[in-house]
């Protein structure tokens, strides 16, 4: 059979694809650099202010188990904590150490979120989230804060892709992934619980609607995700359950 005629819609889009591919790249390229410029431009040159004092404090007058033990009052994270004890007890608490991380975090969500639901997106729709979530002042200022807001959106956000894939295609490596992101969001800002567990709640609800081979796993899942919760908050629960 003939193919597509020269001027039918099928062969401008081969002729175009190169170009809008090329376009894209150059694009992607151009917000990345943005969304760096806005993140790192003189991050060496901060101070701590505000609530990032409540963390470094914590560090200078608390065993790593005291901290691990400790809810706070809304004014702390208590894996952010630990991993200043860590950074302390070994390699020293400077601007790179303290506030990299949460830059690089919100780099990579530039980047990766869009790349995730490039799908369901489309190169258009990718671009444009791409763009907004690099020029957020939002989330530029939390990718420049010591507090984990802008890595637990990242970690949600991809844990609630994972969960959707492990919804319909089942796997050890989705599964352990999904337990790890979920537990570790959690626990270092617990307001998310309600929002992950309404997640993995309404695909265990659509799977028991409309039954299917699938819910056994998502059921391990979730059960594996709570007991992970309960052993990593188990410490302040005993012993700050007041906070």
Known sequence: TAGPSNDSPAARYAE??????????????????????????????????????????????????QSAAKFGAADRSIPVVLWLHLLEATIGLTAVTLWLPFAVAGLLGVAGLPWLLRRELGIAGSLSLAALLAASPLLVFYSRFLRPYGICALGAVIAVVVLADFAERPTRARGLLLVLLASAVCWALPVFVPFLAGAMLFELARHMRAPRRHLPALVAVAAATACALVLLFAPALLADAHS
């Not at 760096?36 to 007058?61: C, K, M, N, S, Y």
């Open 16 to 65: 175009l694809a190169p170009v809008v591919k090329l376009a894209a790249g150059v694009a992607g390229a151009a917000i990345v650099l943005l969304a760096l410029w806005a993140r790192f431009h003189g991050l060496l040159g901060q101070t701590p202010f505000h609530d990032e004092w409540h963390a470094l404090i914590a560090v200078a007058t608390e065993s790593p188990w």
